[in-house]
């Protein structure tokens, strides 16, 4: 049987930011590591560094010691094979969704002619091909996420990254693009890591669940969920991993509140 490819990898990492002349320590010593193909949600407090973990993993900023490894290799700077999504969808007012979809390809010297060719095959993918002459305002909230989506997925990563994306969208949206993700997930097999702070999100998407706890971040529970999608959260294993994940989180130093 093949090995199975290590894609991410945290050794010993902590991260400070400067506040004020003040040392603010937001991650100590994290290790971990995430493999090809896995979708692993990050889930913490707010104010954990959830986000932070993310930005180290795309290269957008650096730890202050210990390693982040992508492919075994130190990450050094942000890179295609890492796309990041985020929750305000950054989407470009100007341009339609095709445009916004294709923008990302430009970059990587595609003509304009194949650029919105490729942009049109990723509006396909998440269903979205018929509204590539609107404009943004003209799309719901959920449609904005999926043309982020979209845009990540175009440039091909290894890895996509995803800081709460669903986290301004109303109950219904949010169910609606889980199982989008879910089906899109089957059907690229990307590596995802997915941050929230919602544990039943977690359950109902992640192979593995990575907790963090509370400021200054550290790696509290790794957990898989051995049960098979779609889940059925009656399900006594399903269950038993909720109820571990909560009694950690009850601990008084990483209490997270009554949204979970």
């Not at 095709?98 to 490729?118: I, P, Q």
């Not at 003209?138 to 904005?144: D, E, L, N, Y």
């Not at 790794?222 to 098979?228: L, Y």
């Amino acid at each position: 049987m093949d090995e199975i490819q290590s894609k991410i990898k945290f050794v010993n990492v902590s991260k400070s930011f400067l506040n004020h002349k003040k040392e603010d320590r937001i991650l100590t010593d994290l290790n971990f590591e995430i493999f090809a193909e896995e979708f692993v949600c990050v889930l913490g407090p707010s104010g954990s560094g959830k986000s932070t973990i993310l930005g180290l993993i795309a290269g957008f900023i650096k730890s202050n010691s210990g390693e982040v490894l992508f492919n075994s290799k130190p990450v050094k700077r942000p890179d295609s094979s890492r796309a990041l999504v985020f929750q305000e969808y950054a989407l470009f007012p100007w341009l339609n969704i095709l445009d916004n979809v294709a923008f990302g390809l430009t970059a990587k010297n595609y003509s304009k002619a194949k650029a919105r060719e490729t942009a049109l095959e990723y509006l396909n993918l998440v269903g979205l091909s018929g509204y590539k002459d609107h404009s943004v305002n003209q799309i719901s909230g959920g449609m904005k996420q999926r043309v982020a989506i979209a845009r990540a997925l175009a440039v091909e990563p290894e890895v996509l990254l995803m800081d709460e994306p669903f986290g301004a969208l109303d109950q219904q949206n949010r169910e609606n693009m889980q199982i989008e993700l879910l089906r899109l997930f089957s059907k690229t097999r990307k590596t995802i890591v997915f941050v929230t702070h919602s544990v039943d999100e977690a359950l109902k998407l992640a192979d593995r669940i990575l907790v963090i706890g509370n400021k200054p971040g550290r790696l509290l529970l790794d957990i898989t969920v051995p049960v098979s999608r779609p889940r059925d959260f009656n399900s006594p294993a399903l269950f038993s991993v909720r109820n571990k994940i909560l009694d950690k989180l009850a601990d008084p130093d990483f209490f997270i509140g009554a949204d979970i």
